[in-house]
C-alpha cells in the first residue's frame, strides 16, 4: 500500500481505525521504517503523556470555606 | 465513606466532606486547569472557584465516573479563562513555544521536555491534547466537555501530536 497519512497514524494509534484498514496498516508498518518510525513517536508520546505527574495543589482548603461562610452559604 | 454519601453531605453543606473532597481530588482538578490555562494563578482560582461551587453543581452529578465529571466541570472553567482577551493578552509574552535539538530515533522523550512543548501548543490543541492523552478522557468525553464533534476533537488531538513532534524533534 501506499504510505498511510499521518492523521491515520493517529487513528491508529488510537485504535480509531476500521480493524480491517487498522490490519493494512499494521502490514504497512512491517516493510517502512519511516512511518514505523513515526508510529513509535506517537506511542511514546502518548505513554509520556500518562506519566506526567499532577502538580501539587496549593492549599485552598481554608480560603474555599471561608469564602463559602462568607457568601453565607456553607 | 461510599462517594454517594460523601456527595449528598457536601450538597448539604458539610464542611468537613467538602475538605475530604478537596484532598482527593484538587491534585486533578489543578493539574487539569494549571496545563489547560499555563497559568497558576489561575489555575489557583479555577480550584478555588470549582470546589466553591461544588455543593451547588453536585445535583448534576449523573452517577459515572466522578473524575471524568469533574475533569469536565474544570475544563469548561479553565476554557471560559482560555477566551478572556485580558488573559490572553498577559500571557502573550509569557509563552515562549520551546524549540530543541532532539532526534527522537536515539533519545526517551523526556516528561519535562513534554510539559514544555505542551504548554506551548495553541490552546485549541493543547486542551484536546491534556483531556485525552494526559488526563485518560475518551474522544467522546472531551467532544461533550469543549462542545465539540468527536470528529473535530480527533482532528485536533492529530494537530497537537504534529506540533509537537515538530516542537520535540527539531
Given at each position: 500500500?501506499?504510505?498511510?497519512?499521518?492523521?491515520?497514524?493517529?487513528?491508529?494509534?488510537?485504535?480509531?481505525?476500521?480493524?480491517?484498514?487498522?490490519?493494512?496498516?499494521?502490514?504497512?508498518?512491517?516493510?517502512?521504517?519511516?512511518?514505523?518510525?513515526?508510529?513509535?513517536?506517537?506511542?511514546?508520546?502518548?505513554?509520556?503523556?500518562?506519566?506526567?505527574?499532577?502538580?501539587?495543589?496549593?492549599?485552598?482548603?481554608?480560603?474555599?470555606?471561608?469564602?463559602?461562610?462568607?457568601?453565607?452559604?456553607? | 465513606?461510599?462517594?454517594?454519601?460523601?456527595?449528598?453531605?457536601?450538597?448539604?453543606?458539610?464542611?468537613?466532606?467538602?475538605?475530604?473532597?478537596?484532598?482527593?481530588?484538587?491534585?486533578?482538578?489543578?493539574?487539569v486547569a494549571?496545563?489547560?490555562?499555563?497559568?497558576?494563578?489561575?489555575?489557583?482560582?479555577?480550584?478555588?472557584?470549582?470546589?466553591?461551587?461544588?455543593?451547588?453543581?453536585?445535583?448534576?452529578?449523573?452517577?459515572?465516573?466522578?473524575?471524568?465529571?469533574?475533569?469536565?466541570?474544570?475544563?469548561?472553567?479553565a476554557y471560559?479563562?482560555?477566551?478572556?482577551?485580558?488573559?490572553?493578552?498577559?500571557?502573550?509574552?509569557?509563552?515562549?513555544?520551546?524549540?530543541?535539538?532532539?532526534?527522537?530515533?536515539?533519545?526517551?522523550?523526556?516528561?519535562?521536555?513534554?510539559?514544555?512543548?505542551?504548554?506551548?501548543?495553541?490552546?485549541?490543541?493543547?486542551?484536546?491534547?491534556?483531556?485525552?492523552?494526559?488526563?485518560?478522557?475518551?474522544?467522546?468525553e472531551v467532544?461533550?466537555?469543549?462542545?465539540?464533534?468527536?470528529?473535530?476533537?480527533?482532528?485536533?488531538?492529530?494537530?497537537?501530536?504534529?506540533?509537537?513532534?515538530?516542537?520535540?524533534?527539531?
Amino acid at each position: 500500500m501506499k504510505h498511510p497519512t499521518e492523521f491515520q497514524v493517529s487513528l491508529f494509534v488510537d485504535g480509531d481505525l476500521p480493524s480491517a484498514k487498522g490490519r493494512e496498516l499494521e502490514e504497512h508498518f512491517d516493510v517502512c521504517d519511516s512511518c514505523r518510525e513515526y508510529l513509535e513517536f506517537l506511542r511514546e508520546l502518548k505513554a509520556v503523556a500518562r506519566e506526567l505527574d499532577a502538580p501539587e495543589p496549593p492549599d485552598i482548603a481554608d480560603e474555599v470555606i471561608r469564602r463559602r461562610i462568607a457568601a453565607g452559604s456553607a | 465513606m461510599p462517594l454517594q454519601e460523601l456527595l449528598a453531605k457536601v450538597e448539604n453543606g458539610d464542611e468537613r466532606s467538602l475538605r475530604r473532597l478537596m484532598d482527593e481530588h484538587g491534585a486533578l482538578v489543578y493539574g487539569v486547569a494549571l496545563r489547560i490555562t499555563g497559568s497558576e494563578a489561575d489555575a489557583a482560582d479555577i480550584v478555588q472557584d470549582v470546589f466553591i461551587g461544588l455543593p451547588e453543581a453536585v445535583p448534576l452529578f449523573d452517577g459515572g465516573s466522578f473524575r471524568g465529571w469533574l475533569t469536565v466541570l474544570v475544563t469548561r472553567q479553565a476554557y471560559m479563562r482560555l477566551r478572556s482577551e485580558e488573559r490572553r493578552r498577559r500571557l502573550e509574552a509569557e509563552v515562549a513555544p520551546p524549540r530543541r535539538a532532539r532526534s527522537h530515533e536515539a533519545e526517551v522523550l523526556s516528561r519535562h521536555d513534554l510539559e514544555t512543548a505542551i504548554a506551548g501548543l495553541p490552546d485549541d490543541l493543547r486542551v484536546v491534547f491534556v483531556l485525552k492523552e494526559v488526563e485518560g478522557l475518551s474522544h467522546d468525553e472531551v467532544a461533550t466537555a469543549l462542545g465539540i464533534s468527536v470528529g473535530l476533537s480527533r482532528v485536533r488531538l492529530f494537530r497537537a501530536r504534529r506540533e509537537l513532534m515538530d516542537r520535540l524533534t527539531q
